[in-house]
């Protein structure tokens, strides 16, 4: 079934750095989401885009799409201590409803 | 606060016992969904409800029957379950089922079976 990979598996960084995660994901999509996870809680949203879409900001994340390359990149800037967490992409598959998730990419943000 | 609730919070139980999981969401969406979180694996989608109606069940063991008497109450109840039932499971909901809306979950209850 069709499913985003993040990567790197685990990043961390100081606060006040840029963070950057990938997805990469196998089939044709409608749209990609990215979601956050504190540890042992529910998911949280953060931004959905479409296929035809490239980019996408909302505060301070920014997300791209590369449709041609079948990958996505979260990019937070200018991290904070509350910014650790894991975070998961979730596709779905053209004619499909579900979303399926990746591993997720688990961010330590260092005060 | 994200609008969907779960309770209990924490759940030990024996492999003969049996226990029943509640959602319930305050935010008047038509789509509900139960999770399996399991350390190391993504997140893996057991049931989807669609106006109180199953729509997916993705090849879910028996041991594990979902509920749904409305669209804003899921359960899911659990017997003779094994260890390697053991995880996080999530209810999620969403304003439509499909891939076009954002989901928003529950806190999770924490399933140990001993």
């Known amino acids: 079934s069709q499913q985003g990979e993040e990567d790197p598996q685990a990043l961390s960084i100081q606060e006040g750095e840029n963070a950057t995660m990938n997805c990469s994901y196998k089939?044709?999509?409608?749209?990609l989401q990215w979601y956050r996870q504190n540890s042992g809680r529910g998911l949280v949203h953060l931004i959905l885009?479409?296929?035809?879409?490239r980019e996408k900001h909302s505060g301070r994340l920014r997300v791209t799409l590369d449709t041609s390359k079948k990958s996505s990149s979260l990019l937070i800037t200018a991290s904070r201590a509350a910014d650790t967490a894991s975070y998961f992409c979730?596709?779905?598959?053209?004619?499909?409803?579900?979303?399926?998730f990746g591993k997720g990419t688990k961010l330590s943000v260092i005060p | 606060e994200t609008g969907v609730t779960q309770t209990p919070r924490h759940l030990v139980m024996g492999m003969t016992n049996k226990k029943s999981l509640k959602c319930e969401q305050h935010?008047?969406?038509?789509?509900m969904y139960w999770y399996k979180q399991s350390a190391k694996k993504p997140l893996e989608l057991m049931f989807v409800?669609?106006?109180?109606?199953?729509?997916e069940n993705n090849s879910v063991p028996s041991r594990f029957s979902p509920e749904c008497p409305n669209s804003s109450h899921l359960f899911l109840h659990l017997h003779t379950l094994q260890p390697e039932d053991s995880a996080l499971y999530l209810c999620?909901?969403?304003?439509?089922?499909?891939?076009?809306?954002?989901?928003?979950f529950g806190p999770g209850t924490r399933l140990t079976v001993t």
């Open positions: 999620a909901s969403s304003q439509d089922p499909g891939h076009s809306y954002e989901q928003y």
């Open positions: 979730a596709t779905d598959g053209a004619g499909s409803y579900q979303l399926t």
């Open positions: 089939t044709s999509i409608n749209n």
């Open positions: 409800y669609n106006f109180k109606e199953q729509t």
């Open positions: 885009i479409r296929s035809n879409e």
């Open positions: 935010l008047g969406h038509n789509a």
